[in-house]
């Protein structure tokens, strides 16, 4: 028979588990009000400034918080914005950190962020529940949505893809991004909800790695042309190809034109 401790010790395992999938979080939601949770060492927000409008630049300046999911969106977003713009200037730098409410990196990434000059934050980490059991802050998040506003960077959302196999999952998490920023006001690319098109009109295509969890080159190219759109306010269904990403011509033509039908029926951005 077992004794009394087994259980609960069988139940922090799976939770941990759970949490761990994909660097940690992988999951839905529940809800977005944060009115009894406690404040993390950043504070709590307060302010609620508009998005700061930084498309139209010849200079991009992108910082990226997040795990895994963002760790081959760097030079991809580099490649397509000068694809787009010969002329323009880009860095985009991969602070990595982990989640957004991650204590260990908070200082570098708040170090990072108010000292050097930003055009553009992505944020990627929200922690959420698959299972829809578990009801995560989404005060770190909002926290990092201010502060990059209150720099006059232009924050986005980066609601992950869904997990393949889980016709859901996508925009589920489109939906708790959404209300993210129904709260503080932000950018959310329509990550999720791309991917749900692109494995409903050609399921064929491999967006996904091996894992099932993480994206392919393609998928990673996907991703960064929905952020090119977002980013520089540029169709990405007119970019030119990309001989140097190996993806073929027209695989990288239907990309794009999804990546734009999609951001054309969820505005992923309301400035002012």
Known sequence: MYSKTVFPIYIAIILFISLSACDGASSYIANVSDNNQQKGDLGSPK????????????????????????????????????AGNNKAQVTVVNAGGGFLDDKGSQLRRNDLLTTQRWTHLILQGQKYSQSGTVSYSTLETQIWIEKAKNESITPILFPEHPQLGRSKEGRQVHQLHSSIAAVQKSCVAPIGLAWDRVLMISPSLRLHSSDGNHASLMGNLFTALVFYEVITGNSADLLPYIADIDVDEPTQQLLGQIASETIQANTPCFFG
């Open 47 to 82: 302010s609620n400034l508009p998005v700061p409008d930084n498309r139209f630049s010849n200079e991009y300046k992108i910082l990226l918080f997040g795990n895994s999911h963002v760790s081959n969106q760097a030079d991809l977003i580099n490649k397509i914005i000068k």
